[in-house]
Nanobody, 124 residues
Framework: QVQLVESGGGLVQAGGSLRLSCAAS????????MAWFRQAPRKQREFVAA????????IYADSVKGRFTISRDNARITVSLQMDSLKPEDTAVYYC?????????????????WGQGTQVTVSS
């Protein structure tokens, strides 16, 4: 059974940094694209960043480009999201997702497995 477990969320002041991690278990290999999505109260879930299986290709939402960095460790099958220069509008529950194909996607429906989410709150 595939499980994705996020950690690293919390409360931070605007301009600060947080690092989210997602540990995957039950995957048969590391040949999965991984991504982060987020959902703020009363808003739809939105794409944040994705990385292909090798780590050689990454894509970001325009709203986080230049501030967030996605990376992965295939030896431990983890994916991280370094979030710098945080803004109050980054406040949301952040979800880790895995896609059984090796391509990166921005659409949530392309992802097969999801974590339970971790709360990130940025105060002004």
């Amino acid at each position: 059974q595939v499980q994705l477990v996020e950690s690293g969320g919390g409360l931070v002041q605007a301009g600060g940094s947080l690092r989210l991690s997602c540990a995957a278990s039950g995957l048969t290999s590391s040949y999965y694209a991984m991504a982060w999505f987020r959902q703020a109260p009363r808003k739809q879930r939105e794409f944040v960043a994705a990385i292909n299986w090798s780590g050689g290709r990454t894509i970001y939402a325009d709203s986080v480009k230049g501030r967030f960095t996605i990376s992965r460790d295939n030896a431990r099958i983890t994916v991280s999201l370094q979030m710098d220069s945080l803004k109050p509008e980054d406040t949301a529950v952040y979800y880790c997702a895995a896609d059984r194909t090796t391509s990166v996607h921005t659409t949530a429906t392309n992802y097969d497995y999801w974590g339970q989410g971790t709360q990130v709150t940025v105060s002004s």
